[in-house]
């Protein structure tokens, strides 16, 4: 049996921001390199709807699930009903059995040089044996995620790993990221910039449809979506329908809550998290997203203006990369979670007024091609 060329891991965290930039790079290895084979490693059951209308094929894991408390991040049982740790357990053994059959000439790990949970740990043992080389990609603004900046993280790396990747961009994020992760992993990370689905999809020929006032991405279910979408549809009847249509793309498990929550508003329809964003997001006035770095990086790939929700997780990534866009970029409203009821209205209001071109994004968005490039480029000199 012919190797796999090329496996994309990522963990699926809270949102969409993991799997969306493997399919990012999957689709970009795809159409520039079609004699290279890939294929996704995930938990997340999106990959065909982030894909769409291109083609990423992945390979499905038992999905975690997570639940935030006090801006920390808690695994719950999954939709197996397995626990968390059983979880971790079995998803470690179904990815060696993976890396064992498809024996991928390059794996390349998203965020954790040793997965959630360490789930990896067993693959990488194995893989000298094997024959696999890993590579790891880390977003531009890292946090304080100490599975990263961990020890295990770093002799994970040091005894594993020859390439790290780094999804970041210089003239927005400045030095301070990138020399944090050389220090740590005792390698310099090569610039990547950031990697982002929305950008990929547009080359391949993906634009705007219909014609709409908000596309709003929620895609997040736990404890506090309720609120947001009560406090969306509240002002959605302030505001009302005069710029038109507003499309609200949430998490399956709130499709039914979510069209109770707007029902009678006709302007406003809720679908699920995935297929038609892309589209919907291009064809809009003005976006409404969680601040994680993959929708504020739709928000620069579509050129919006945004209302954009920070959730004060414990990390601070979210606040202090989004606080970097807003200060580069004009458009983009910054509403702390506390602050949704008062201020939503008058906000969603600012973006829908704003009028003019697209605006350029401050931030180098073609980061999946430069990753293809340099994937093909070491797969062709060994």
């Keep these: ?55 990423a094929d992945w390979l499905k894991l038992p999905s975690y699930a997570t639940v935030v408390e006090n801006g ?106 990138r020399d944090a992760l050389a220090k740590h992993f005792g390698i310099e990370p090569r610039r990547i910039g950031m990697v982002n689905r929305l950008a990929e999809l547009r080359r391949l020929g993906v634009s705007g449809g219909e014609v709409l006032g908000l596309t709003a991405s929620l895609p997040w279910s736990g404890p506090a979506t309720s609120g947001v979408l009560s406090a969306l549809a509240r002002a959605a009847r302030e505001i009302g329908a005069v710029y038109g249509p507003w499309r609200i793309f949430v998490d399956r498990a709130e499709l039914r809550s979510g069209r109770d929550v707007f029902a009678g508003l006709e302007f406003v329809r809720i679908e699920q ?16 997203v969680f601040g994680g770095a993959n929708s504020l990086g739709d928000v620069l790939a579509a050129g919006l203006p945004a209302v954009v929700l920070t959730r004060g997780m414990r990390d601070g990534e979210q606040e202090r990369h989004a606080s970097m866009l807003a200060g580069a970029r004009e458009g983009l409203e910054l509403l702390p979670e506390e602050r949704l009821e008062s201020d939503l209205p008058g906000a969603l209001r600012r973006v829908l007024d704003t009028r003019g071109e697209s605006v350029a994004s401050p931030v180098d968005l073609d980061g999946a091609v430069r990753v293809a490039d340099l994937l093909a480029a070491e797969l062709e000199a060994t």
């Design 72 to 177: 920390v991040s808690r695994g719950v049982d999954g939709p197996s009903g397995l626990s968390d740790t059983e979880l971790g357990e079995a998803r470690a053994g179904l990815i060696l059995d993976a890396v064992r059959r498809l024996r991928p000439r390059l794996v390349l790990a998203d965020h954790s040089p040793q997965g959630k949970h360490r789930e990896l740990l067993p693959a990488l043992r194995e893989s000298g044996e094997l024959g696999v080389r890993w590579w790891l990609g880390v977003r531009g603004v890292v946090g304080g995620v100490d599975k990263i900046f961990s020890d295990l993280s770093r002799k994970t790396f040091q005894a594993h790993y020859s390439g790290l990747l780094w999804y970041g961009d210089e003239a927005l994020h400045g030095r301070s990221e």
């Design 273 to 288: 998290a995935g297929r038609g964003y892309a589209e919907a997001l291009l064809g809009a006035r003005a976006a409404l």
């Design 1 to 55: 049996m012919r190797r796999l060329d090329v496996m994309l891991y990522a963990h699926d965290g809270r949102g969409l921001g993991h799997a969306s930039r493997a399919t990012a790079l999957c689709l970009a290895l795809r159409r520039l390199n079609p004699g290279l084979s890939a294929l996704v490693l995930t938990g997340s059951q999106h990959v065909a709807d982030l894909a769409a209308p291109g083609s």
